[in-house]
């Protein structure tokens, strides 16, 4: 049977706080979920519940079919990655990737064999005999991540392991991951609040909100087509604009500030919150068909992409994200915005 | 600032005759052998021997309260850790907010005396379990309680310089059980801190009296109390040799931790 970790139905309580309900999500054989969320989401409780480290007050967490709720965590066989590194400050690289390996009571040979395979798998030729003080945060992590490996675990589960590191380190370790995950094929739990980590890393996102699950879906999906404005909101970046929806079902913008087209916003009368990617924005000179005219706020060069930041007639603020190179704007300049608004969430 | 250095200097000076002068005269009184009253700078290298040392160690009495106040020392070593490392683990890992209360429970033995422990202690056992208070080794639970304000701040000061939850966690999802985790993880990062506990508790038991008179057990400190007036010189030189030891212990724990501390570069990041 392929492992396959899989919560069902998982309550967890602190105190007069629910940090998990009804949370139930299956991580299959060589796939990658990422839990996404704001602190205080659950999201590591239920990183920290899968390991054996909190008991669920309900529900059942099964692994490659056999249910695991009760087992402690040192039967559990989950490899582990810390945020803040954990690796044994007493022992060397080859120590610390090896203890797993030691307690599982391989031989000294078998041993060496494994450990020297892993120390090749994550790049850390040359490092072996170090001690984690002299080491770096990237180092630590690798070790960290190998260490966890070296024991073929039935599932990998990473406690954001890369918010401790430079934006540099973080990128090349977050790419290392991947193609370490892909090449064991080991079912991953990935725990972030770093949409843009979540994105790049994951074969699925379940973002999560007050301990509970909004939306369980691959990255395009969870980012093109959010299915709560929560969703919408916390993954990636969402302009807000509020109005009033008309009678052609188009939203009548609030301060007089235009009309967005449209036939799906909800009842005539009602006011919403329209949510719009800034990547749905386009800039055009003002007066253009189909735009709403604004003043440039500001210009935010990004490298190969700038955001404009420019104000509506009623002060409502809007970003548009353009390629540099088509940027041709000032702070002060009067433009027009054209809004798509195809991939658009409604909130109410 | 020149003002500063030659006062410090000069309190250092006083602080260490204070401490020196009457070692001084307790090793010329036990090693020199001169009568007191005669005793003067004129004659202070004349006439030194360690033989009312050897005489001390000759007697059959002396052999056997040193060996039972080496074992008592050893052993209280011994279960202060067992108990103290493990609890003291749990209270870090899942009960932090106890801790405050557990270190005010630790500072008890400085509140309570000696005496008042001895006989609610003893006073329980008399009846339900004589052979425990008749037992020499009845001393080792009241040894583990009277150094606890010391062994308790020792292995807690150990572990909070580590991250024991991760490392604990860490060891947990290799596969290693509590007991493994503890040997193998925990202790070995707290190493001085463990050792700082044995040799505190160590020169505890090798100083302490009351208990060991209240419960009539022949303990060094005792015999060397009650051989005082017979062998006033050997029972001074065994006082003597007993400071130097405990002094050298305390000095290695000392020199031990600075070496580690200083062995213990920053991670370049």
Not at chain 1, 228 to 248: I, K, Y
Not at chain 1, 312 to 340: E, F, P
Request: one cysteine or more; hydrophobic letters at 45%; proline letters at 5%.
């Amino acid at each position: 049977m392929p492992t396959e970790l899989n919560f069902s139905n998982i309550r967890k309580i602190f105190g007069p706080v629910v940090a998990l309900d009804s949370f139930s999500l299956d991580i299959k054989e060589g796939e990658l979920v990422t839990l996404l969320g704001p602190s205080g989401c659950g999201k590591t409780t239920a990183l920290r519940v899968a390991a054996g480290f909190e008991q669920a007050d309900a529900g059942s967490i099964t692994l490659g079919g056999k249910n695991v709720t009760s087992m402690p965590p040192n039967k559990r066989n989950m490899g582990m990655v810390f945020q803040n590194y954990s690796l044994f400050p007493h022992l060397s690289v080859r120590e610390n990737i090896g203890f797993g390996l030691k307690i599982r009571r391989h031989s000294a040979d078998k041993r060496k064999t494994m450990v020297d395979d892993v120390i090749t798998r994550v790049r850390l030729a040359g490092l072996a005999d170090r001690y984690p003080h002299q080491l770096s945060g990237g180092q630590q992590q690798r070790v960290a991540l190998a260490r966890a490996l070296a024991i073929t675990p039935d599932v990998l589960l990473l406690d954001e392991p890369l918010s401790a590191l430079d934006a540099k380190v973080r990128g090349e370790l977050r790419d290392e991951i991947r193609r370490v995950q892909k090449e064991t094929g080991v079912a991953t739990l990935f725990v972030t609040h770093d949409q843009d980590e979540a994105l790049a890393i994951s074969d699925k996102i379940c973002v999560m909100q007050d301990g509970a699950i909004q939306q369980v879906g691959a990255p395009r999906d969870v980012y093109l087509a959010p299915s709560t404005p929560f969703v919408a909101r916390f993954v990636g970046a969402m302009n807000e604009f509020s109005g009033t929806v008309a009678a052609d079902g188009s939203l009548i913008l609030e301060g007089g500030a235009g009309t967005l087209p449209g036939n799906k916003f909800g009842v005539v009368g009602e006011k919403i919150s329209l949510l719009v990617r800034p990547d749905d924005v386009l800039v055009c000179p003002s007066g253009e068909a189909g735009s709403v005219r604004a003043t440039v706020n500001t210009v935010l060069f990004g490298g190969s992409t700038t955001v404009v930041r420019a104000a509506l007639t009623g002060d409502q603020i809007v970003s548009a994200l353009v390629m540099s190179r088509d940027v041709h704007v000032k702070a002060g300049d009067v433009i027009g915005l054209r809004i798509d608004t195809a991939r658009s969430v409604v909130a109410k | 600032m020149k003002r500063r250095n030659i006062l410090a200097k000069l309190t250092l000076i006083v602080v260490g005759l204070f401490y020196a002068l009457p070692m001084i005269s307790m090793a010329r009184f036990a090693f020199q052998r001169i009568p007191v009253a005669l005793l003067g700078s004129h004659n202070l290298f004349d006439r030194w021997t360690i033989k009312p040392l050897f005489t001390m160690f000759g007697k059959p009495l002396f052999r056997e309260s040193a060996s039972l106040s080496i074992r008592l020392a050893l052993l209280s070593a011994l279960v202060t850790l067992v108990v103290l490392v493990p609890t003291v683990v749990y209270v870090h890992v899942s009960m932090m907010r106890a801790r405050a209360l557990i270190e005010v429970i630790s500072i008890l033995p400085f509140v309570v005396p000696a005496i008042a422990l001895v006989v609610g202690i003893s006073g329980a056992f008399r009846e339900s379990a004589p052979w425990f208070i008749r037992s020499n080794y009845c001393l080792v639970p009241f040894y583990v309680i009277i150094s606890l304000p010391y062994t308790f701040r020792s292995i807690d000061n150990g572990l909070s310089s580590i991250d024991v939850k991760t490392l604990v966690d860490a060891s947990r999802s290799l596969g290693a059980s509590w007991g493994r985790t503890l040997w193998s993880v925990i202790v070995p990062n707290i190493r001085v801190a463990v050792l700082s506990a044995s040799f505190l508790t160590m020169t505890v038991v090798l100083g302490e009296f009351t208990i060991a008179s209240l419960l009539l057990k022949r303990t060094l400190p005792l015999y060397l109390s009650q051989s005082q007036g017979q062998d006033p010189q050997g029972s001074f030189a065994v006082g003597l040799v007993l400071l130097l030891v405990t002094a050298s212990l305390l000095g290695f724990m000392n020199r031990f931790s600075r070496r580690r501390n200083i062995a213990q570069p920053v991670a370049m990041l």
